[in-house]
């Protein structure tokens, strides 16, 4: 059976995790998170408070904040992703449905 080679891992520990991050690393500074996502993450130090955004609604204003990963972070990230795209793509081009 073929092995695939072995990829860095992914930050993310948990799917809502892994969902948080990969919007975080493709710039969304605001993704919808489950609270408790964004406490493990914070806890981490995966992700960090950058700032927040100023909203308005039929409320009033109010504020939400905007996350970002720290360097390293992103870094493992992209690993992570890169890799996972360089599997798929080795996979999709063997496959003859995709073809």
């Known amino acids: 059976m073929h092995r695939l080679p ?3 891992p992914h930050p993310g520990h948990t ?4 969902r948080a991050l990969d919007a975080i690393g493709c710039s969304d500074t605001l993704p919808a998170m489950h609270p408790k996502v964004r ?5 981490a130090g995966l992700i960090e408070q950058t700032g927040t955004t100023a909203r308005r609604d039929a409320l009033g204003p109010y ?4 996350y970002e990963m720290p360097i390293p972070v992103h870094m493992q ?3 992570a ?3 996972a795209d360089d599997e ?3 996979f999709t081009a ?4 995709s073809a």
Do not use: F, G, K, Y
């Open 88 to 90: 798929m793509a080795e």
């Open 63 to 66: 504020e939400v904040p905007q």
């Open 15 to 18: 799917p809502a995790e892994r």
């Open 81 to 83: 992703v890169a890799a």
């Open 39 to 43: 406490r493990n993450l914070l806890d």
């Open 6 to 8: 072995s990829r860095p």
């Open 77 to 79: 990230w992209c690993s």
């Open 94 to 97: 063997t496959d003859p449905i």
